[in-house]
């Protein structure tokens, strides 16, 4: 069945790096577009990136510039590398297939001193 499960999440202090990692199962892959999505306490769940399977992406504008999206199609793995993180980052991470409707567990992100 289609699954994709998140890691790569912690504790980080403003201005510090983490990379998330999404392994997914049970779709096509190379040919599939995926997601990274966040949801912080108290706010609805938000696209933050996309790449599509020739690797096109796309950012929203509150990681534009900080965050890289990118795809092992081999490993059948997404990345989020993630820069100069701020303490607004804080959120729940996940990935997906926009065009799914599972969703997996997520990675906590925290950034914090």
């Known amino acids: 069945q289609v699954q994709f499960v998140e890691s790569g999440g912690g504790l980080v202090q403003p201005g510090g790096s983490l990379r998330l990692s999404c392994a997914a199962s049970g779709i096509i892959f190379r040919f599939s577009t995926m997601a990274w999505y966040r949801q912080a306490p108290g706010k609805q769940r938000e696209l933050v990136a996309i790449v599509t399977p020739d690797g096109n992406t796309n950012y929203s504008d509150s990681v534009k510039g900080r965050f890289t999206i990118s795809r092992d199609n081999a490993k059948n793995t997404v990345f989020l590398q993630m820069d100069s993180l701020k303490p607004e980052d804080t959120a729940v991470y996940y990935c997906?297939?926009?065009?799914?409707?599972?969703w997996g567990q997520g990675t906590q992100v925290t950034v914090s001193l």
């Open positions: 997906k297939r926009p065009s799914s409707s599972v």
